[in-house]
């Protein structure tokens, strides 16, 4: 397939997705509608996780509940920090675990509450805890909450905090967290966003929780391809095309791709509506901006995930409550 019928087929896609699409909230699938499975030719090197470690983190996949995207992103991306640091069978979070369901009942508890409290559960909303949206699953601040408190770097950090000495050393040993995790909200365009990630992959080579399909999903991402080095030619490094793993296929509804693990072409993820090729929006009420806090928009800044791209990634601010998010030059976000 050339260039131009690629392209083709994600502007027919598109297309007909916009004739058969209905809402339905975070559980929003396309039963019958499926990406093809290799959708890409890439060009230039990958940057990015372990694909095969990926697998291995993602072994309780699909996602255990219709609006668990959230919840399975977290496993995936919490499991591999521990495999980081203890090798690719380091998975706490498994089926003989109950690992999904676990971390559900941690975004539902008090641990789980931001600074400024937690979303009144609405009309739509899930009512947990992590949540300062009245989002219908997991907004993006509770999945980055999530990500920090069940990754090795929670563990570290709380060992720290309470000053634990698994070691036995003396004086004790403790284990001071190397990176964090914070939410990104991308205000520039797609082109720039994706190159922004780009950026995160390299650098960390760790997989994303990226929110998709305007609010409705989440899907990890796992690298990119690209001509050029991603960390010395940002912006413009010329990502190619995109490795994306959806939680939702296994599933009675279906994911928003063919396999669990499918190559974009970048010219697809870029411009496909399920993909990036639309910014985060309500949803008819799913995915609201947040109620509390310094997000809440105002008339001064009308919107926070709304309108742009976001997505989860690590950082070195490991200080920096998981509260607070991120812009696309890492700079810490103090309004909407």
Request: aromatic share 14%.
């Given at each position: 397939m050339t260039l131009l019928e690629r392209r083709m087929l994600a502007i027919a896609l598109v297309l007909g997705l916009l004739t058969i699409t209905a809402a339905s909230g975070k559980a929003l699938q396309l039963t019958g509608w499926r990406t093809p499975v290799a959708s890409a030719t890439p060009i230039g090197n990958f940057y990015g996780a372990n694909e095969s470690w990926?697998?291995?983190?993602?072994?309780?996949?699909?996602?255990?509940?219709?609006?668990?995207?959230?919840?399975?992103?977290?496993?995936?991306?919490?499991?591999?920090?521990?495999?980081?640091?203890?090798?690719?069978?380091?998975?706490?979070?498994?089926?003989?675990?109950?690992?999904?369901?676990?971390?559900?009942?941690?975004?539902?508890?008090?641990?789980?509450?931001?600074?400024?409290?937690?979303?009144?559960?609405?009309?739509?909303?899930?009512g947990i805890k992590a949540n300062i949206a009245s989002d219908g699953g997991t907004d993006p601040r509770a999945i980055t909450w999530g990500i920090f408190d069940e990754s090795n770097f929670g563990a570290n950090w709380r060992q720290v905090r309470s000053g634990a000495n698994p070691s036995g050393a003396n004086p004790p040993v403790k284990l001071k967290p190397a990176y964090t995790f914070h939410n990104v909200i991308y205000h520039n365009s797609v082109n720039f966003a994706v190159e922004g990630m780009a950026r995160t992959l390299e650098r960390y080579g760790q997989p994303l929780s990226v929110t998709i399909a305007h609010g409705l999903h989440s899907d990890i991402v796992s690298g990119v391809y690209a001509q050029y080095d991603p960390l010395t030619h940002y912006p413009y490094s010329n990502v190619n095309a995109v490795n994306t793993w959806d939680p939702a296929v296994g599933t009675p509804s279906g994911g928003y791709q063919s396999t669990r693990?499918?190559?974009?072409?970048?010219?697809?993820?870029?411009?496909?509506?399920?993909?990036?090729?639309?910014?985060?929006?309500?949803?008819?009420?799913?995915?609201?901006?947040?109620a509390v806090g310094i997000y809440v928009p105002n008339a001064q800044y009308p919107t926070h995930w709304i309108g742009y791209r976001t997505d989860i990634e690590p950082d070195t601010y490991i200080i920096i409550s998981p509260d607070l998010a991120l812009d696309e030059n890492f700079n810490i976000m103090q309004h909407p």
């Open positions: 990926v697998a291995l983190a993602a072994s309780e996949w699909p996602q255990r509940d219709p609006n668990w995207c959230g919840v399975a992103n977290i496993e995936v991306v919490a499991n591999y920090t521990y495999q980081l640091a203890g090798g690719a069978s380091n998975t706490p979070f498994t089926a003989a675990t109950n690992g999904q369901q676990r971390i559900w009942n941690d975004l539902n508890s008090d641990a789980a509450i931001s600074q400024w409290g937690y979303a009144p559960k609405g009309t739509k909303g899930s693990e499918v190559t974009w072409e970048s010219y697809a993820f870029n411009n496909n509506a399920n993909m990036w090729g639309s910014p985060y929006n309500a949803n008819n009420g799913y995915d609201p901006d947040p």
